[in-house]
């Protein structure tokens, strides 16, 4: 198992003890379908459905593992509806985070996680803005040992996102 499908375990065991169920883990940008898997073996009793960012993907993903289980749908089509009953967002960045966080970030899941995202110099105050200006608390954990590769888990707490705004 990798040092980022462990830590993902982990921040799921960390979202449990604090008393939150889990019955449904929604990842976007799903790639290859791991998650799917991991979550099969580590977490039998939740529900995962994987979003891939092209249609070819997803057939290749539902020929792969589970015909029901991965879907297409661009990131500019999310919607609300889509969301119910979903306890754990995971979200995989393709290519700008401040862009394709902002409009995830906005449906206020209760909990997120992004598996694998490079945070440096140049972009660690965007991200960490993106993040508290929509009412997350962020914790983030090294994947690698230079450095530059976090698992990143934001969970919501209305009341930041208040604070900021009255601060803006």
């Known amino acids: 198992m990798s040092s980022e499908h462990e830590k993902f375990i982990e921040n799921v065991s960390y979202i449990k003890d604090g008393g939150q169920k889990i019955h449904r883990v929604v990842h976007i940008n799903c790639g290859d379908g791991l998650y799917y898997e991991l979550c099969n073996e580590s977490l039998p009793d939740v529900e995962y459905l994987g979003y891939a960012s092209s249609k070819k993907s997803a057939e290749l993903l539902k020929s792969r593992w589970d015909y029901d289980?991965?879907?297409?749908?661009?990131?500019?089509?999310?919607?609300?509806?889509?969301?119910?009953?979903?306890?754990?967002?995971?979200?995989?960045?393709?290519?700008?985070?401040?862009?394709?966080?902002?409009?995830?970030?906005?449906?206020?899941?209760?909990?997120?996680?992004?598996?694998?995202?490079?945070?440096?110099?140049e972009n660690q105050e965007d991200i960490f803005e993106v993040a508290m200006s929509n009412g997350y608390e962020y914790i983030f954990q090294p994947l690698n040992l230079e450095g530059d590769l976090y698992l990143l888990r934001l969970q919501l707490f209305p009341v930041l996102k208040e604070l900021h705004d009255k601060s803006v």
């Open 69 to 121: 289980s991965f879907f297409y749908r661009k990131l500019t089509k999310l919607d609300e509806v889509l969301w119910m009953d979903t306890d754990l967002l995971v979200l995989s960045i393709d290519e700008d985070f401040k862009e394709e966080a902002k409009s995830v970030l906005e449906l206020e899941f209760s909990n997120i996680i992004i598996p694998s995202l490079e945070i440096n110099f």
